[in-house]
């Protein structure tokens, strides 16, 4: 016989079934801890929510003070609106605003919070106080509330604005108070959030204090550039370019780095939307396709992006924390992104770095300060966003005509670069045999002289390099990286011309794809089929696979159909997918690198001179690329000036 505990509260098994499958409403305080979760990740949440009230509030100037890395306490005082104390109360029950007033404003979302949960969420898992005083009113208002319950509500004196403090985070939920990590790296969190907020709001004043150290003071400026010299690290300023491009879909206004200024990782891409920080992968990729070829694989560009679109077009409710932004066409936004990057690109001229040590400094970019700084610029109190690692081989030059000539911050007080951009004027260049489009906006870039075959050849050095002089200097080229990027573009335009074998498949496999995806495959039978690809539509979410390439038999066939739809996609069809669509697809990309470098000629080869000028012909039969497939650099120059430096002529 079975026997239960004895005592008070003893239930036996199966009434606690019987209650357990109860429905009930949650207390209050029990449905605040759960917004809490979603809205409230880690202290730099709060800072967030409360900062982006502020702006909503038309504040001017917000002071934000972090103790503990937030989890002591986290203040923010604006001098926005305010509120009266009849709107206080409201402000902190939830699904209280001020930012909606009927469904259709959820179709035009032009403020940063709109939920009405932060504020309740909050104060119900922390010490909680806020005070404000309206514009237009003599007397402010006081709420004090711990873990969720009003503790005292009385009239107070204060400016006009609202502060609102929140202390001991996360101290009545001690299992999320565990997860914290340390207050540095807390901070940093909280740090790079509110770089993001001042990059996109030039006119507004900020300070921001952590514990006792010396306050950070962005003041408010005219432009975003302006801004940017601000808040970037110094070398990431003085890298960037300004980009504007506008379709009817999006309006792009960017800063992106030149080739030179690289990182390890995407931490130094600022992402906007309509205002709105995000980190939208959507955006991220297609600033980052658009330096293929221009910056070794594996490395990220510095990039400030402001994109603008029809807020009826974009949904920026889909993520809890609002980082994340949907489109109703993406692929627009996409081709806008990368086409006003290429093009920039395309306009320019790219050669490897080589300066004379200690070189002089030329062509600043957005970086402002000197060593005399002006009693407004801000404290470096924040740290940087990510440490920058500048690779040792792999290092790009932006070659320009005259110094600074389309650099951002151009006519502002100039500071030199750490690693001091190259002056290029490049000749005009004579047409190309070949000379592909390119499939992800604008043009490819413009090749560094009029004709590598034209050049004189000096030499061989280490079996290695090929020497040639120009009328700038003395060009350097990588006889590897040049020679496999010749027959990489070679193999690429033979696939298409020549079509490709394919390698039917014993059994059809059937593969699910969005219908989005299944459309761009169908929708394109003989690029599809030149690829070597043998596909049918199978339903309104799947297509049937027959055959695929021979040469990649051996990869996994739904990752194959998911990049050729992927691309498809990106291509948009036209003439532009005939000679690209290799680009768009990592595994054939992928191979192609790999023959191309396994048959180029090798670093320590000796060549007779008629191979060294087929090779420098040969670069003037492709579309320019400063990179192998692999990311090295094919050629350098060292300018007269470089020389002449190093000679003590100058």
Not at 470 to 476: I, K, P, Q, R, Y
Not at 528 to 557: H, M, Y
């Amino acid at each position: 016989m079975t026997s239960y505990p004895s005592g008070q509260g003893a239930t036996p098994p199966d009434a606690l079934s019987e209650e357990k499958g109860r429905i009930r409403l949650l207390s209050d305080a029990l449905v605040d801890q759960i917004a809490a979760g979603e809205v409230v990740e880690r202290p730099a949440s709060v800072v967030k929510e409360l900062v982006e009230n502020a702006i909503d509030a038309d504040a001017r100037t917000i002071r934000v003070e972090v103790r503990d890395g937030g989890a002591a306490l986290i203040s923010v005082t604006d001098d926005g609106l305010g509120m009266t104390p009849e709107e206080l109360p409201m402000a902190l029950q939830r699904h209280a605003t001020s930012k909606l007033r009927s469904a259709a404003d959820l179709m035009r979302i032009g403020s940063f919070g709109f939920r009405g949960e932060a504020l309740p969420a909050i104060a119900s898992v922390s010490r909680f106080r806020i005070v404000s005083r309206a514009r237009g009113r003599g007397d402010g208002y006081e709420i004090l509330i711990e873990g969720g319950e009003i503790k005292s509500e009385r009239a107070a004196g204060g400016p006009v604005g609202t502060r609102i403090e929140v202390a001991d985070l996360f101290a009545s939920v001690p299992a999320r108070r565990k997860f914290l990590k340390r207050a540095g790296t807390e901070w940093g969190h909280i740090a790079d959030w509110l770089a993001r907020l001042a990059l996109v709001h030039s006119d507004l004043h900020l300070e921001i204090q952590r514990d006792d150290r010396k306050a950070t003071v962005w003041p408010a400026c005219r432009t975003l550039r302006e801004r940017i010299g601000m808040v970037l690290p110094e070398e990431d300023a003085a890298a960037l370019v300004e980009v504007e491009h506008e379709t009817p879909e999006a309006k792009v206004h960017a800063f992106v780095s030149t080739p030179e200024r690289t990182r390890p990782n995407g931490n130094a891409l600022y992402l906007f939307v309509n205002g709105r920080p995000v980190r939208d992968k959507l955006l991220r990729h297609a600033l980052v396709q658009a330096y293929r070829d221009l910056i070794p694989r594996g490395r990220f560009p510095v990039g400030v992006l402001y994109v603008e679109v029809d807020p009826e077009t974009v949904d920026v409710n889909v993520h809890p924390a609002k980082w994340e932004v949907r489109f109703t066409d993406p692929q627009a936004v996409h081709r806008a992104i990368r086409h006003a990057v290429r093009q920039a690109m395309g306009t320019r001229s790219w050669l490897g770095d080589m300066r004379a040590p200690g070189g002089p400094p030329v062509a600043a970019g957005l970086g402002t300060r000197s060593s005399g700084e002006n009693a407004f610029a801000p404290q470096r109190t924040l740290p940087p966003m990510s440490s920058p690692t500048r690779p040792q081989t792999d290092d790009w030059v932006f070659a320009q005509g005259r110094p600074g000539g389309d650099r951002v911050g151009e006519g502002a007080e100039q500071v030199a670069p750490s690693r001091p951009l190259l002056d290029f004027d490049p000749p005009q260049r004579s047409p190309e045999p070949y000379r592909a489009p390119d499939a992800r906006g604008g043009a490819t870039p413009e090749a560094p002289v009029s004709s590598f075959g034209a050049l004189a050849i000096l030499g061989q050095l280490r079996a290695s390099y090929i020497l040639a002089e120009t009328a700038d200097g003395l060009m350097v080229i990588d006889q590897h990286a040049a020679h496999e990027r010749i027959l990489y573009e070679n193999l690429r335009k033979s696939w298409l011309d020549n079509g490709v074998a394919r390698q039917g498949l014993l059994t059809p496999l059937t593969i699910e794809l969005a219908p989005g995806a299944v459309a761009a495959i169908t929708e394109a039978p003989e690029l599809v089929g030149r690829l070597g690809f043998e596909i049918d539509a199978f339903g309104e979410d799947a297509v049937l696979v027959r055959a695929i390439p021979a040469e990649i038999g051996g990869q996994d066939v739904g990752e194959l159909v998911t990049e050729l739809a992927s691309a498809l996609e990106d291509v948009d069809g036209g003439d532009e997918a005939d000679e690209n669509i290799i680009r768009w697809l990592p595994s054939l990309d992928r191979l192609f690198a790999t023959m191309a470098c396994h048959s180029a000629r090798r670093f320590g080869d000796r060549l007779p001179r008629e191979e060294q000028e087929a090779i420098l012909a040969g670069l003037d039969t492709i579309p320019w690329a400063p990179t192998c497939p692999h990311g090295r650099p094919v050629a350098i120059l060292l300018t007269h000036a470089d020389l002449e430096l190093r000679f003590k002529r100058r």
